[in-house]
């Protein structure tokens, strides 16, 4: 089944050089704040092994893009992404799928409106359900790393996010 969100998603896949390299519509100017993927450190139980990821978003209001992809990965063979995702704020749009085994890419904000969509808030955006995989242990640390966050304006232009790296530890007991 083709997502909507294809055509979106192409731009951003063609955004991302551009974004990397400092240039694009947004972010990069001096005393600009760039926005920054945030994601709660967790612990889950061999015994009850199901959790959720919180994701969230830090920025500034004139920084925050109305729209955002990114993806995030740990070892598959210890944490298995549902490929949903549940919303903690009400978005137009909220897509998640599975890319490959412990990775999961996440679309999140307003793809409908087409004149001046609401920036993302900040704060708490949303949970990615996962399970413990076959290979997860008790003791173990699992990271989980956000990838490639890039993000449009309200112009359709690439928005840069904060390249700092983004890490998340599930602590299994």
């Known amino acids: ?10 731009f951003l896949a063609a955004a991302a050089t551009v974004t990397s390299c ?18 709660d450190d967790l612990t889950v139980s061999l015994a009850s092994p199901r959790g959720a990821l919180i994701v969230g978003l830090a920025g500034m209001p004139g920084e925050l893009p109305p ?5 995030l990965a740990a070892d598959g063979t210890r944490i ?12 137009a749009t909220l897509d998640a799928e599975l890319v490959s085994p412990g990775r999961v890419r996440v679309v999140v904000g307003d793809a409908m409106t087409k004149d001046s969509p ?8 949303l ?22 966050p890039l993000g449009a304006d309200a112009g359709g232009g690439a928005k840069a996010f ?4 983004v890490v998340a530890r599930v602590t299994v007991r």
């Open 67 to 71: 729209l955002a992809q990114f993806d």
């Open 80 to 91: 298995a992404f549902d490929g949903t995702a549940e919303s903690i704020v009400a978005t």
């Open 127 to 148: 949970r990615l359900p996962f399970a413990l995989g076959p290979s997860a242990r008790a003791g173990d640390v699992v990271e989980v790393r956000a990838l490639a």
């Open 22 to 39: 400092g240039g694009g519509g947004g972010g990069g100017a001096p005393g600009s704040v760039l926005p920054k993927l945030l994601i």
């Open 1 to 10: 089944m083709r997502s909507p969100l294809l055509p979106f998603l192409v």
């Open 118 to 125: 609401p920036p993302l808030p900040s704060g708490a955006l």
């Open 162 to 165: 904060d390249t700092a790296p």
